[in-house]
């Protein structure tokens, strides 16, 4: 119970809190049309990329 409380409590930062809501800003525009699917999938990739890169350089 107390790993599963830290792992909330690490995806709190506002680092991932900042890429969970471009995700899903980027996500309804292009539900809605006003981002083309494959604009949307290339930032969507250079956003994640950029969020693990830190994270996985952090651990190191």
Same mark, same amino acid.
């Given at each position: 119970? =107390?790993?599963l409380?830290? #792992?909330?409590t #690490?995806?709190?930062?506002? =680092?991932?809190?900042? +890429?969970?809501?471009?995700?899903?800003?980027? #996500?309804a525009?292009?539900?809605?049309?006003?981002?083309?699917?494959?604009?949307?999938? +290339?930032?969507?990739?250079?956003?994640?990329?950029?969020?693990?890169? +830190?994270?996985?350089? =952090?651990?190191?």
């Amino acid at each position: 119970m =107390k790993q599963l409380f830290e #792992a909330l409590t #690490a995806l709190l930062k506002v =680092k991932t809190i900042v +890429t969970l809501v471009i995700i899903a800003v980027l #996500a309804a525009l292009s539900l809605n049309g006003s981002v083309e699917p494959d604009k949307f999938l +290339t930032i969507a990739t250079m956003v994640v990329a950029f969020y693990f890169g +830190t994270q996985n350089e =952090k651990k190191s």
